[in-house]
């Protein structure tokens, strides 16, 4: 189910009931941009700290396009129902500078080839805003001073149009005289109220419905009486309320404490923090404490499927939509009870006839379809005793345990950052050392491509000529071991930080230095008292 701006308001009481009765909700994201910058790519050198002062630059500069949530409700009989929607989001353009975000050309051009609808995006995103910006909006309502920014529902032309028609009859409008304007869509209600409030002292707003707003001519005493009246559609927290839109969904979330699962999730829990909570601070353990006071149980299914992949006979797979392909069609538990049945509920049916890949809805259904089927599996295969034909979600959790707040790292040295706890030591096979020699002006670029051929490495420049080379395999710093041992401009060895570090090379030539002269002094000290 699709959800926008104009309907966000009449589904927020349902997603709230559908939340709070369910047993997890899964969640995706879509985005304007992965990587702000090319040094900001994921390599192989990063610490998890590391990787995330580069994420959070790009957090900060890209924005959500769309927002996925399945809710995953269990029924009787091992059985599971989904309510999957899509929510089209657009920053809040309400009393708060206007937000600025940047589109990659890339990412633009992957989401249309997967069929994003951009107009809705634009055009009906629901707004939002984080607690920073709640409170400045806040502070421009209570002294009068709120603005609405041209750009997405309440657009100029909207405005335009409305201040116009309004303008022109109110010249010749008597007192109580009313006009009605038609064909205002969702958040457009409220924006052209209060610009109408705003500009003209003389005229009273109500909305009738069915995108109709009535204004009346009224007398600037009757008028102050209307405003502190409590049928006021316009009052400061009704406001407050409109404008902080999808923000209040992400309340709802934050105070059910369900888990929250997600597929390579780092980047979505960082959007998370930065678009509805606060902005991401500079501290990585801040974040890290802030996320797991938010939701204490989270589950990463990319984490989860590397640990079926080495329990059970599951074939390598590199995707979210290959790991439900395969989890669906193969019998890997023969033996066992049958799987929990997953049914799409009536209104979110679509994706039960069709693939919608990086969908947001549908890839959240996905992965919380792969996470049941996974526990499932994991669970069968933890114990000897036969496993009661219809598990409990909270049989599932304990059987996954090990998982929970372990977020996956790509292409580090970690495999997962641990939100609940201190991160595991960075592990990775041994770095290797090339030394250039009679191959002058070599770059990190070209060194990358001449071992690209053979392996993977990630490369950083040591020295004017001494790189290191970083891999995740070991069986690819053998071959490159053997493969160079004889080659004529470039000796690859093993790194050893004691003797190719250029602060430890560094520092022994100091203390070479300070011996020297220690023992220089001391010789001639000594030859002087003779």
């Not at 969904?249 to 597929?263: C, E, M, N, R």
């Not at 496993?387 to 292409?411: C, G, M, W």
Request: net charge positive; glycine share 4%.
């Amino acid at each position: 189910m699709e959800v926008g701006a104009e309907g966000f308001a009449r589904h927020l009481p349902r997603l709230r009931r559908l939340i709070l009765r369910a047993a997890f909700v899964a969640l995706d994201m879509e985005f304007t941009g992965l990587h702000s910058l090319q040094n900001n790519e994921p390599s192989l050198f990063d610490s998890p700290a590391e990787r995330y002062v580069k994420a959070r630059q790009s957090v900060q500069r890209f924005t959500l396009a769309q927002l996925g949530l399945a809710i995953f409700s269990a029924e009787n009989s091992n059985k599971y129902v989904v309510h999957s929607y899509n929510f089209f989001l657009f920053p809040s353009t309400l009393g708060i500078r206007d937000v600025e975000f940047t589109l990659s050309a890339s990412s633009i051009q992957f989401l249309s080839h997967y069929g994003f609808d951009y107009n809705k995006f634009l055009k009906d995103g629901i707004p939002y805003m984080n607690e920073v910006q709640e409170k400045i909006l806040r502070q421009h309502l209570l002294a009068g001073t709120w603005k609405v920014c041209s750009a997405n529902n309440a657009n100029r032309d909207v405005l335009k149009k409305a201040i116009d028609e309004v303008t022109s009859w109110i010249a010749a409008a008597k007192e109580e005289d009313t006009m009605i304007l038609q064909d205002l869509n969702g958040y457009h209600m409220l924006e052209v109220q209060l610009v109408l409030r705003q500009a003209l002292e003389n005229v009273w707003t109500e909305p009738l419905g069915d995108k109709k707003v009535m204004v009346k001519k009224v007398s600037p005493k009757h008028r102050q009486l209307l405003e502190n009246s409590s049928y006021d559609h316009c009052q400061k927290k009704l406001i407050l309320l409109s404008a902080r839109g999808f923000t209040n969904l992400f309340h709802i979330l934050v105070k059910a404490k369900k888990p929250l699962v997600g597929h390579n999730m780092l980047m979505d829990l960082m959007h998370l923090h930065d678009k509805f909570y606060r902005p991401l601070p500079e501290s990585y353990e801040e974040f890290k404490r802030n996320i797991h006071t938010l939701f204490p149980i989270i589950i990463d299914t990319k984490t989860v499927t590397k640990s079926v992949q080495k329990k059970c006979l599951f074939p390598r797979v590199s995707s979210l939509s290959e790991a439900y392909a395969v989890l669906c069609s193969s019998n890997l538990n023969p033996k066992g009870p049958p799987c929990p049945v997953i049914a799409l509920a009536s209104g979110c049916s679509r994706y039960a006839e069709k693939k919608c890949p990086h969908e947001a809805g549908y890839d959240a259904f996905l992965c919380g379809s792969v996470l049941l089927m996974s526990a499932h599996l994991l669970l069968c295969r933890s114990t000897d005793d036969a496993v009661e034909a219809d598990p409990s979600f909270s049989q599932y959790l304990t059987v996954l345990a090990e998982h929970v707040n372990k977020v996956n790292f790509i292409r580090g040295g970690v495999s997962s950052i641990n939100l609940s706890g201190e991160d595991a030591p960075c592990r990775h096979p041994p770095a290797l050392v090339v030394h250039v020699r009679g191959w002058p002006g070599l770059t990190e670029g070209q060194i990358y491509q001449e071992f690209k051929a053979r392996c993977r490495f990630d490369v950083r420049r040591l020295s004017k000529n001494q790189f290191v080379l970083l891999s995740q395999k070991y069986k690819h710093v053998r071959l490159v071991l053997r493969d160079y041992r004889h080659h004529p401009h470039l000796q690859v060895s093993i790194y050893r930080h004691w003797r190719h570090s250029p602060s430890v090379n560094c520092l022994l030539q100091i203390s070479g230095v300070v011996a020297l002269w220690s023992l220089l002094a001391f010789v001639l000290g000594g030859a002087h008292s003779c």
